[in-house]
């Protein structure tokens, strides 16, 4: 029999009941595959790596269905959920790091005799809590707001709409009724207090009646979407309008123009094998597609958004909140970012790209469907 842990060892080494892991058994979440001879429960390797994992997310406070879900997606496999579980951790350390920060700033004041105002008090757990940790969070994926502009603009005078791979809010446009889909546990857990209802669903079945919203949207997300064309075609069905925000993978112009792709990740382009043609896509919705040029200070930080802050891109958080770095794996990830690091030490990036100082916004591939 491979190397196995008994149920009261492996209680033991993760600090949990045995009645917990007992539970975990009969709800199928954490199953032993074997037994010892003695007929106990045995905990191979493959086991107790999912337990890690379990236990990971419920220290984060997930529910055990979120969990099962989440231990289940057959599309994430053990690295990905380490780093998850990584990027998860640290925004809490930041957040709790952000609050002290906050009670210190509040006691100070109190100390000196000075009252803070309710807006004040509120600021540690509100959203403003990022602007506390201020600089640390380069990171961040949030509301661009030239783009977010092109978006609404495009949305025309929709009043429902339903956006779709919502992930944590992003570009939701205010005052209109929104409906959310994300199909990800992790993103929807994310999603401030106050953010529109949000359905647990996918773009490619949407449980929703044909043309029930007057506009469907999609920023960033038709690409995590394994069949794509038949998502967008959902959009059509479900909504009169449709605006998306993706980019064009047929043009390789831009791919080669993009130092980052060009000169240190040549791998991004293996991830774009099998990528439908803009064409195609533009096809799914019935409408045309609009460039999008990327403002040199982007403040959304998807891939293409530091092209002209190429420190960026050392900063592990930056990298962490972008799916391509994780789906190229780490060894290409490694590799880039040490030429990258060199390169800039040197000044070798600088004078190769000495063409880009000068540029407010860059044409990157990214484009605007309209339907
Ligand atoms: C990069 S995030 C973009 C989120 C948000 N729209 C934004 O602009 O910040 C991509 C999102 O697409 C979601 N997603 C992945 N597969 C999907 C699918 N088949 N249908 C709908 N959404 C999907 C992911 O869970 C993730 O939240």
Redesign the pocket.
């Known amino acids: 029999m491979e190397e196995h842990l008994t149920v009261g060892r492996v209680a033991e080494l993760a600090g949990v009941s045995v009645r917990t892991l007992h539970h975990y058994d009969e709800i199928g979440l954490v199953r032993p595959s074997a037994r010892t001879a003695a007929g106990y429960r045995a905990y191979l390797a493959g086991d107790v790596r999912r337990l890690r994992e379990v236990l990971g997310y419920r220290r984060l406070g997930f529910g055990l269905r979120e969990i099962a879900a989440l231990v289940d997606d057959p599309t994430t496999d053990a690295v990905a959920h380490l780093h998850r579980l990584r990027g998860l951790l640290l925004e809490r350390r930041d957040r709790a790091a952000a609050m002290v920060t906050a009670i210190d700033r509040e006691l100070e004041a109190r100390a000196m005799g000075i009252e803070t105002t309710p807006e004040e008090q509120l600021t540690m757990f509100g959203a403003q809590l990022y602007e506390v940790i201020g600089s640390a969070y380069p990171a961040t994926?949030?509301t661009e707001p030239r783009i977010a502009e092109r978006i609404w603009a495009a949305l025309g005078d929709a009043r429902t709409v339903l956006?779709?791979?919502?992930?944590?809010?992003?570009?939701e446009p205010p005052g209109r009724d929104v409906t959310a889909?994300?199909?990800?546990a992790v993103?929807r857990a994310q999603r401030p207090a106050g953010a529109a209802p949000c359905v647990a669903?996918?773009?490619?079945s949407l449980p929703f009646e044909d043309l029930s919203f007057d506009a469907a949207m999609?920023?960033?997300?038709v690409h995590?979407?394994?069949d794509p064309v038949a998502?967008l075609r959902e959009l059509r069905r479900v909504a009169r309008r449709v605006v998306v925000?993706t980019y064009d993978a047929s043009s390789t112009g831009w791919r080669e123009r993009f130092w980052l792709t060009r000169d240190y990740l040549p791998e991004f382009a293996g991830l774009l094998a099998g990528w439908p043609a803009l064409a195609d896509l533009t096809q799914a919705v019935g409408g045309h597609a609009e460039p999008v040029l990327v403002p040199w200070d982007c403040s959304?930080g998807?891939f293409e958004a530091y092209w002209r802050r190429p420190e960026a891109y050392l900063d592990e958080r930056v990298r962490r909140a972008?799916?391509v770095w994780t789906r190229v794996g780490p060894d290409a990830e490694r590799r880039a970012v040490t030429s990258l690091r060199a390169d800039l030490a040197s000044g070798r990036w600088a004078e190769r790209n000495r063409d880009l100082v000068d540029l407010d916004a860059a044409e990157l591939g990214l484009r605007l469907l309209v339907a």
């Open positions: 994926r949030r956006d779709v791979g919502a992930g944590t809010g992003s570009y889909v994300e199909p990800s993103m669903a996918s773009a490619e999609a920023v960033s997300t995590h979407w394994p998502g925000f959304d998807f972008v799916s």
